[in-house]
């Protein structure tokens, strides 16, 4: 599922208190969100958390190559 903003937020908030652990952010399903607004908020522009996180995305989920 796509969390929002706020749970993304909570998540990081929760992470300061663990500088050693970095995150894998699985964003596959970015452009595919059917909710209200439609927006997938990204974990690594949450405070703090661009240098802690690698993100995992691709090309075909998008545009329907699979």
Known sequence: GVHDERQL???????????NVAILANEIYER??????????????????????????GFSKAYAMT
């Not at 937020?9 to 500088?19: F, G, K, N, T, W």
């Open 9 to 19: 937020c909570e998540l990081a908030s929760v992470l300061e208190d663990y500088p």
């Open 32 to 57: 595919l969100v059917y909710t209200e607004g439609g927006k997938c908020p990204s974990f690594a522009a949450m405070p703090n958390m661009f240098h802690r996180t690698m993100t995992v995305n």
